[in-house]
């Protein structure tokens, strides 16, 4: 396997660490892609568990890094973080701009089987396989400790790939997630256009779905506001708290009264969110 | 005095507080102008503290509030924290937006007397007068527990304003501040163009000049970081460190080696000047 090529965009010290911010081509997008990492201090002596943060609608591979506050607690913790941009961009596709729920900066981590999205919309084969092992490649990463969590698109996004890959990812949590995809408004439009007519096959993307035959060790932890307005129409958590309860799998479901869908919200709990993993990712 | 009208522009809740984003129509700029506030949860109980933060070019009033972490230790150290916009804006100037240095996003903090900039580049004012009185008018402010810190052409502002008011702020400090804008190529460009030719009328808006004869009782504290693209030719800290030491103001300058100009500099320093300000604002 031959090395694959980064390019550096920019780097900002960082709570004793750095972030960074590169661009590459992906084989799995084939097209160029954007992530951001950030390296705690503790990395100059040894590689450390990784933690991907998938973003929601909208976001880029910056949102995360500059508005949660993270860095404190990824150098607190001695976590690396990896935030991925969330679709390819100016993939030359006609309507990818035409929406701000799909195609650009909405690639909702699924790999698109219709055309002309199959091209490039590898999102899930992309954050899962490639991300990974490039970060395995090129920096102080263990790759056998890694947890994932996520933001509304990017919450789906998180619980999906680790209730498909628990060998992969030890540890997850999200922020107001999207849990039951195809029964939203914006899963079925989406999933339709990117997976095509056919619900059965959406099923692999819907957390809800997919809980129900595939457990997850650890306990999941998700933190929802309460005043979130995409709460009802969208998000669903209780039809996510049901399918667990109904498997017996541990889910920490925690109503924030009064918090709305910001990076207000995340700042407040990403500490938590950061120790819930750290405490995982640490002792498994 | 007749109660000044605020509009709520937008809510979110943020470590048990709120951050608000406001608009008004101030009348020391003759013109609508912007301010975003976090308020603890403290507040609730009874008035607490008030921290201002001057931001530097281009920012607007969200920048701080949403980058630098700030919410967490002003609630953790029970104080309010308000953010100016840096400039009117959309003033009819014809200029106002030629130059990201000058006019839209750079009132440095100054009463312009130039025309046509004298109508409504009136940031001085604005800052020192108007805002905390609308602050006191408004919100559970003790106005008799001010402070003020600002990054970069802010942490000039934020100088200039605690050195001319000690009676007014109690606390101090700044990232990157440019120090000595009458010695920088920014300043002398700035100040020719609201204040006029004459550099004498420019002495009061320069921190260096000012400390000479304007002592502040409590120590200054000032981060810089060591790589900032801007530090040997605009920001200067050791004039200031300098003049400092000729009248025995008391000065805490910390070189922060690797440190940018970023915002990622000053989320990982914020809880220090936070501190820094809360312990002088609650033993005064």
Same mark, same amino acid.
């Given at each position: 396997?031959?090395?694959?090529?980064?390019?550096?965009v920019?780097?900002?010290?960082?709570?004793?660490?750095?972030?960074?911010f590169y661009r590459h081509?992906s084989?799995?997008c084939?097209h160029e892609m954007k992530f951001s990492?950030?390296?705690?201090?503790?990395?100059?002596?040894? %590689?450390?568990?990784?933690?991907?943060f998938l973003s929601g609608?909208t976001c880029t591979e910056e949102n995360f890094m500059?508005?949660?506050?993270?860095?404190?607690?990824?150098?607190?913790?001695?976590?690396?973080?990896v935030v991925p941009d969330t679709s390819p961009r100016n993939?030359?596709?006609?309507? *990818?701009?035409?929406?701000?729920?799909? +195609?650009t900066g909405a690639g909702?981590y699924? &790999?698109?089987?219709?055309? %002309?999205?199959?091209?490039?919309y590898?999102m899930?084969?992309y954050v899962? *396989?490639?991300l990974?092992?490039?970060?395995? *490649? #090129?920096?102080?990463?263990?790759? &056998?400790?890694? +947890?994932?969590? +996520?933001?509304?698109?990017g919450?789906?996004?998180?619980?999906?790939?680790?209730? @498909?890959?628990? $060998?992969?990812?030890?540890?997850?949590?999200?922020?107001?997630?999207?849990?039951?995809?195809? @029964?939203?408004?914006?899963?079925?439009?989406?999933?339709? @256009?990117?997976? +095509?007519? $056919? %619900?059965?096959?959406? @099923?692999?993307?819907?957390?809800?779905?997919?809980?129900?035959?595939?457990?997850?060790?650890?306990?999941?932890?998700? &933190?929802?506001? =309460? =005043? $979130?307005?995409?709460?009802?129409?969208?998000?669903?958590?209780?039809?996510?708290?049901?399918?667990?309860?109904?498997?017996?799998? %541990?889910? /920490?479901?925690?109503?924030?009264?009064?918090? &709305?869908?910001?990076?207000?919200?995340?700042? /407040?709990?990403?500490?938590?969110? !950061?120790?819930? #993993?750290?405490? !995982?990712?640490? *002792?498994?």
């Open positions: 396997m031959t090395a694959q090529s980064l390019t550096l920019s780097q900002s010290a960082c709570f004793g660490g750095t972030v960074s081509v084989s799995a084939n990492v950030y390296i705690p201090p503790q990395a100059k002596l040894a %590689p450390v568990p990784v933690l991907y609608l500059v508005k949660a506050g993270a860095q404190r607690f990824a150098a607190q913790y001695k976590v690396m973080l993939t030359g596709i006609a309507e *990818e701009e035409d929406d701000w729920t799909f +195609g909702f699924v &790999d698109a089987t219709q055309a %002309p999205w199959n091209d490039h590898k899930y084969r899962t *396989e490639e990974p092992a490039l970060i395995a *490649e #090129h920096f102080p990463a263990r790759s &056998d400790r890694q +947890g994932i969590l +996520g933001h509304s698109m919450g789906h996004g998180a619980l999906v790939c680790a209730l @498909r890959n628990p $060998d992969r990812y030890l540890s997850v949590s999200a922020f107001a997630p999207i849990v039951a995809p195809t @029964r939203s408004p914006w899963g079925q439009q989406i999933f339709t @256009r990117y997976l +095509g007519n $056919d %619900p059965s096959l959406w @099923r692999n993307y819907d957390a809800t779905e997919l809980v129900r035959t595939h457990p997850f060790k650890h306990p999941i932890l998700i &933190d929802q506001g =309460t =005043t $979130d307005s995409f709460l009802e129409q969208q998000l669903m958590p209780e039809v996510f708290q049901q399918a667990c309860a109904q498997v017996g799998q %541990p889910l /920490t479901l925690r109503m924030q009264t009064g918090y &709305d869908h910001s990076y207000y919200f995340i700042a /407040t709990f990403i500490e938590d969110h !950061i120790r819930h #993993h750290a405490k !995982i990712l640490r *002792e498994f």
